[in-house]
Structure formats: structure tokens, C-alpha cells
């Protein structure tokens, strides 16, 4: 098996959207019945083999939290989200100025929820 062993990394990391099938236990009696077990997960990639692929939700230098990994068996597509990594001079806005914003002070709270 070959072993494709990757560090989170802060300089150079991939973003990755994984569409897979769940699997489904049930303990108590119910109805048979058709399930959807169609999933989508986005995260970074901190670990890959012939086998199966774990995604994190955070890293940090060489470490991870919050991860998922998922037997590649259950992966129906796999999609790289491209990073943009440098500033487009051109692109980019003056920072607001503090006391030079719009003012919100009179909105409503209720208005939101």
C-alpha cells in the first residue's frame, strides 16, 4: 500500500470538497425504507493513502482538529478548491478609517431574527 503521509501546512494547504455515501445503523424497529446518505464535507487534507483520505476543519503547523476520514470505497466525487494566495494590488480596498463608516447605531435588533 502506498502511503501518501501529508502535514497540515499553513503555506501550502488544499482545500478539498468530498461528496460520499454515509452508512446507516438502526437498533430499534421501523419501517424499511430508502435512506439518503449522500454527504458533502469540505476540508483541508492532512492525511491520504490507497484507502482512505482524512479532512480537517482546522490546522495549524503539523497538527489538525475537528477531522473526518472517510474510506475512499465511499467517495462518489472529489473536487480541489483553489486558494487564493497572493493580493491583487490592483483588487484592493483602503481600509475604513475608524470613525468614517456608515452609522448602524439605529437598527433595529428585531429587524434580524
Known amino acids: 500500500m502506498d502511503k501518501k503521509r501529508t ?3 499553513l503555506e501550502t494547504p488544499k482545500l478539498i470538497l468530498i461528496e460520499w455515501l454515509d452508512a446507516l445503523a438502526q437498533g430499534e424497529w421501523h419501517e424499511a425504507k430508502r435512506e439518503d446518505l449522500a454527504c458533502k464535507t469540505v476540508g483541508y487534507l492532512v492525511y491520504e493513502d ?17 477531522s473526518i476520514t472517510l474510506p475512499k470505497k465511499m467517495i462518489l466525487k472529489r473536487k480541489e478548491i483553489k486558494l487564493e494566495t497572493t493580493i491583487r494590488k490592483g483588487k484592493r480596498k483602503k481600509p475604513a478609517e475608524v470613525g468614517k463608516g456608515q452609522d448602524h447605531s439605529n437598527v433595529s435588533h428585531t429587524e434580524f431574527g
Not at 490507497?50 to 475537528?66: F, K, P, R, S
Request: with cysteine; hydrophobic share 25%; glycine share 10%.
Open 50 to 66: 490507497d484507502e482512505q483520505i482524512e479532512l480537517a476543519g482546522t490546522i495549524t503547523h503539523g497538527m489538525c482538529n475537528n
Open 7 to 9: 502535514k497540515p501546512s
